[in-house]
Nanobody, 119 residues
Framework: QVQLVESGGGLVQPGGSLRLSCAAS????????MGWYRQAPGKQRELVATIASGGTTNYGDSVKGRVTISRDNAKNTVYLQMNSLKPEDTAVYYCNALSRENMITYNYWGQGTQVTVSS
């Protein structure tokens, strides 16, 4: 069964903005932290941002200052606001949960949402 669904991607010009959404089941969303990842063809999956249940956030160096991760506990949804987008941001974006112990990523991958940044 699909327990995690990403949405909000699309085609945007450089400098534009997108807000990605990740709707998760309650059991997944209740895990310590949620994170956004991305993967471009031929590249390893990259951690973009995380947000813990207490609100602590972390961002990857490649997107720091341009993205904001947030969560809505009532909706079991995590968001990724992306601004000042660059062509190198082009990738399929995924969300997932991370454990409290060692911030280990769970295997609840959804289908992802495609973000394409191009003129």
């Amino acid at each position: 069964q699909v327990q995690l669904v990403e949405s909000g991607g699309g085609l945007v010009q450089p400098g534009g903005s997108l807000r990605l959404s990740c709707a998760a089941s309650k059991s997944i969303f209740s895990i310590y932290a949620m994170g956004w990842y991305r993967q471009a063809p031929g590249k390893q999956r990259e951690l973009v941002a995380t947000i813990a249940s207490g609100g602590t956030t972390n961002y990857g160096d490649s997107v720091k200052g341009r993205v904001t991760i947030s969560r809505d506990n009532a909706k079991n949804t995590v968001y990724l606001q992306m601004n000042s987008l660059k062509p190198e941001d082009t990738a399929v974006y995924y969300c997932n949960a991370l454990s409290r112990e060692n911030m280990i990523t769970y295997n609840y991958w959804g289908q992802g949402t495609q973000v394409t940044v191009s003129s």
